[in-house]
């Protein structure tokens, strides 16, 4: 089965908080993506809500309660304890785990977890006995993943920036997209499941996928936002599914 595309709203957001009014709509532009056939919705709510604010998260959590049932509601972020509070209260099906420093601009990095395994195994635990499936953002590190399963951890998100930043040399994307191959070949031999995001586009997708065919899951926000202005919601989320091999 193809990987399922689940639709990063953060840049929306991003857009509607440049002014004090309701639009862009989060859930409304989330709503037009679930229609067209995205599997879930994925926020990053930081602690500033520069990005999603926290009242978004229960008016997504709604639309997929209400309209989409199927579909998934994927919580990104940094696991402080206002972060996990959040995540207890609003209950996704998936927890993304992320390293963030909350003054970076975006994700850029997975985690060390050689040396991040005790503080993550209790959060990884406490995640779990409430119900969320648990994603760990890893870097291109087979060894790494290994240990993710050892922390607990149902999935690793592969941080695919590298290859994204890839997209005017095709020798170096081809080695960026086997370093990634390689650690997502260790994580399904280690039991774990993956997924993939961040500067995934229509076309570095396609390689991405054959590449890893038990692929899961990819989370997409920015090429797709930047894509929609062009092809609009619904037409970009079929661009997107056509790249994943749907």
Request: net charge negative.
């Amino acid at each position: 089965m193809p990987a399922k595309l689940s639709v990063n709203l953060n840049a929306i957001a991003m857009l509607r908080n440049r002014r004090d009014l309701p639009w862009p709509s989060v859930t409304g532009l989330g709503r037009l993506a679930l229609s067209a056939g995205a599997h879930g919705l994925t926020v990053h709510p930081r602690p500033d809500e520069r990005h999603t604010r926290h009242s978004d998260l229960p008016e997504i959590r709604a639309l997929i309660d209400d309209e989409f049932p199927k579909a998934e509601f994927n919580i990104e972020g940094y696991p402080s304890e206002d972060f996990l509070a959040l995540v207890e209260r609003h209950q996704p099906e998936q927890v993304t785990l992320v390293p963030d420093d909350p003054a970076q601009a975006t994700s850029d990095h997975g985690w060390n977890f050689a040396t991040d395994a005790a503080f993550l195994t209790p959060i990884v635990k406490r995640l779990k006995k409430a119900g969320v499936r648990v994603s760990l953002f890893s870097d291109s590190d087979p060894d790494g993943a290994r240990i993710a399963r050892d922390i607990g951890a149902d999935r690793i998100e592969l941080y695919t920036g590298p290859y994204g930043s890839c997209h005017s040399d095709s020798a170096e994307a081809a080695k960026e997209l086997e370093r990634l191959g390689k650690t997502a070949d260790a994580a399904l031999a280690s039991g774990l499941q993956v997924n993939a995001g961040h500067d995934l586009t229509v076309n570095n997708l396609p390689a991405l996928a054959k590449r890893m065919p038990a692929l899961a899951e990819v989370s997409i926000g920015h090429g797709l936002t930047a894509d929609a202005l062009e092809y609009g919601m619904a037409g970009t989320v079929g661009r997107f599914l056509r790249a994943c091999g749907w």
